[in-house]
Structures are given as structure tokens and as C-alpha cells.
């Protein structure tokens, strides 16, 4: 095992060790020149043990997609890890990851005015990173990753409304995740709609010293649970020749 697969290793241990306290953490692992950035992050509404569990998952599905890579990303439905050998604390990413609509209603005015005020309440919002509602037969959630700042919490969150209510015009329900942040909503006025429709997902393409970015963008669709349904995005990068403990001296 190389220096920094040990570092990555120990970055794991203490995401699942925060996970059973708290619902966001970061860590910075450095030692022997081999730094690994990552954090983790909870939806706002689970429990500690929730929270464990999803995060133990998700770092289990990364440990099987990412083998031996220089960063990792990985969005499930219930939490979010990332890993990197690059700082991206605090920076705000609004690159759109994946968008999902579900079927027309057509121009219901009424309908459709209620998911735009509960939306716009979302994004109003109450100087929170996680935000969830009821508003009538509309339920929506909101979520910014806290490494972010509230006033880019609160950009985020509002390109992801736009966008959402741009590619889901009349949907029953919809959701838009950006690098930082989703807006999700459902009409459960339409329940018979609700487990159907279209999804779409958009791939992240790597640039600049990231061209070597292999974005593996797939949604999975299962019923897990009490009927809840989960998805994962993942993402990992080619780990370089220090990484993998490759010696550079002689190398062309």
C-alpha cells in the first residue's frame, strides 16, 4: 500500500468515526507529503445511525469504483463523500451533475404556482444548509455541502431552482443537483404519477490538470427500505505515478 493509500484509508476511518456524531465533517490527512483532502455530509433530517450507515455505504461503493485514484465522488440519496489530493474546501461548484423529471401534468396553473412558492420558499430559505418542507400537496428539500458559505449556499441553490424549474417545467416532481448543492421536490397530489416517469443524468467531463477525469455518471433506480428511493453519481480520477508509489527517477 502506497503513502497515500494509507492516508485515504485513514481519511475513510475518520468519516464514518464523524458520522456517528455529527451530519457534516472535513479532515485534511497529511502526513509523509501525501495530503488527502475529503469530507462527508448527511441529509439534514437523519439520525446518527442513519447518517453512519449511509456514509459507511457510500465509502464501501467508492473502496469498489475507485480503486487506487487520486480523488472520489460519490452522491447518494441520503448523504455525500468526496475525497481528492486537491483542496476544494469552500469553493463553490455549480457544474450540473444530474437532473431527473418526472411526468407532465400539462398547465395545471394551480399546481404548478404551488410547487413555485414551495420552491422559492426553499431557496428563501432560513440561512440553513438543509432546508425541507411541507407546503400543501407539495413536499421539497434543499441542501447545500457546508463546506460552502452561506452566501454561496444561497447562489447555488438558486442556479439550481432556475435550472430545475427550466427542465421540469410541468413535472410532478423533479430534482437538480449541482456540484454543491440539490433541490428536490414531489407533488404527492399526484401519487399515480409519482413512481413514474423519465429521468436524465449529465456527465461531468474533466478539464484543465483534471483531463484525465473519468466522470462515471449512472443513476440506479431501487426500491429500498419503506419503499424510498435511492441513486448514486460517482465520480473518480486516475491516481498520478507518486500516488501509485511509481519511482520517477530515469522516467521519460
Excluded at 211 to 229: D, R
Aim: proline share 2%; net charge neutral.
Amino acid at each position: 500500500m502506497t503513502p497515500y493509500e494509507s492516508n485515504v484509508n485513514s481519511l475513510f476511518t475518520s468519516l464514518v468515526d464523524s458520522a456517528s456524531i455529527c451530519n457534516f465533517n472535513k479532515f485534511e490527512i497529511s502526513p509523509e507529503d501525501n495530503t488527502v483532502y475529503g469530507l462527508f455530509q448527511c441529509r439534514g433530517d437523519l439520525s446518527s445511525q442513519n447518517c453512519k450507515d449511509c456514509v459507511v455505504g457510500a465509502i464501501s461503493e467508492l473502496k469498489t469504483t475507485c480503486p487506487v485514484s487520486a480523488c472520489g465522488e460519490i452522491q447518494l440519496e441520503r448523504c455525500y463523500v468526496k475525497y481528492d489530493s486537491m483542496s476544494f474546501f469552500g469553493a463553490l461548484e455549480k457544474t450540473e451533475v444530474c437532473r431527473r423529471c418526472g411526468p407532465s401534468i400539462g398547465y395545471n396553473s394551480d399546481v404548478l404556482n404551488r410547487i413555485d412558492g414551495a420552491l422559492a420558499y426553499l431557496v428563501g430559505g432560513n440561512g440553513q444548509y438543509y432546508r425541507g418542507g411541507d407546503f400543501g400537496s407539495i413536499e421539497g428539500v434543499a441542501q447545500c455541502v457546508q463546506d460552502l458559505s452561506l452566501s454561496n449556499c444561497q447562489d447555488c441553490l438558486s442556479d439550481a431552482c432556475g435550472r430545475l424549474r427550466t427542465v421540469c417545467e410541468t413535472s410532478t416532481w423533479g430534482e437538480m443537483y449541482l456540484g454543491k448543492c440539490y433541490i428536490r421536490y414531489v407533488d404527492h397530489g399526484n401519487e399515480n404519477l409519482v413512481n413514474n416517469g423519465n429521468s436524465s443524468s449529465n456527465k461531468r467531463s474533466g478539464g484543465g490538470n483534471k483531463n484525465i477525469l473519468k466522470w462515471i455518471g449512472y443513476i440506479i433506480a431501487a426500491a429500498i427500505g419503506a419503499g424510498s428511493l435511492t441513486f448514486a453519481l460517482r465520480k473518480c480520477c486516475k491516481a498520478t505515478r507518486k500516488q501509485l508509489g511509481i519511482d520517477l527517477i530515469g522516467s521519460v
